[in-house]
T-cell receptor, first 110, second 115 residues
Framework: QKEVEQDPGPLSVPEGAIVSLNCTYS??????FMWYRQYSRKGPELLMY????GNKEDGRFTAQVDKSSKYISLFIRDSQPSDSATYLC??????????FGKGTRLHILP | EAGVTQFPSHSVIEKGQTVTLRCDPI?????LYWYRRVMGKEIKFLLH????????ESGMPNNRFLAERTGGTYSTLKVQPAELEDSGVYFC?????????????FGEGSWLTVV
């Protein structure tokens, strides 16, 4: 079983829709949960970061962590064409090694 | 402030040749990381430097890969001899603070194709 599972998509939604992205994981020792956004031919860019369980909101983005279910989500409200990218979930324990999901390719259709 | 810089951005080499990738971290960042993504797989950790010392090299795939960070500034990752399965994108990242993912900044990657 992979440590982090993420549906690679692609996921296509119309502009203005709410986008829901999610990952499951198997390692209960993970403490830090992150979402990275990666545009084509660019490096990953940190979008959201959450420590342990709970919700975190930043503008149109909301990250949720449910450690009991080993499930994390990223919601994007009022999606824009500029949100089209690959979204990577990532997590780590109390160390520096980040474990990534494969990434979900998201297309926002104008 | 300049971000993490990687060179070359793209490289095509033949199987058996040697390639050296370079990474310049953000100024003042003691922590430097190498990650890579091969086709169809997730981004995977290779190793972590704290200044010039290797803190964790558990992700290095085999002894064909050699990473150095002389003087604790820039780092190089050498692949010798390159194999077809080494093709992918190699990301360098740096951070000022250890122990969490929120302060790690990634470069744009060095895209390696081995033919």
């Amino acid at each position: 079983q992979k440590e982090v599972e993420q549906d690679p998509g692609p996921l296509s939604v119309p502009e203005g829709a709410i986008v829901s992205l999610n990952c499951t994981y198997s390692n209960s020792a993970f403490q830090y949960f992150m979402w990275y956004r990666q545009y084509s031919r660019k490096g990953p860019e940190l979008l959201m970061y959450t420590y342990s369980s709970g919700n975190k909101e930043d503008g149109r983005f909301t990250a949720q962590v449910d450690k009991s279910s080993k499930y994390i989500s990223l919601f994007i409200r009022d999606s824009q064409p500029s949100d089209s990218a690959t979204y990577l979930c990532a997590m780590n324990e109390l160390d520096d090694k980040i474990i990534f999901g494969k990434g979900t390719r998201l297309h926002i259709l104008p | 402030e300049a971000g993490v810089t990687q060179f070359p951005s793209h490289s095509v080499i033949e199987k058996g040749q040697t390639v050296t990738l370079r990474c310049d971290p953000i100024s003042g960042h003691d922590n430097l990381y190498w990650y890579r993504r091969v086709m169809g797989k997730e981004i995977k950790f290779l190793l972590h430097f704290v200044k010039e010392s290797k803190q964790d090299e558990s992700g290095m795939p085999n002894n064909r890969f050699l990473a150095e960070r002389t003087g604790g500034t820039y780092s190089t990752l050498k692949v010798q001899p390159a194999e077809l399965e080494d093709s992918g994108v190699y990301f360098c990242a740096s951070s000022q603070v250890r122990g969490s993912g929120n302060t790690i900044y990634f470069g744009e990657g060095s895209w390696l194709t081995v033919v």
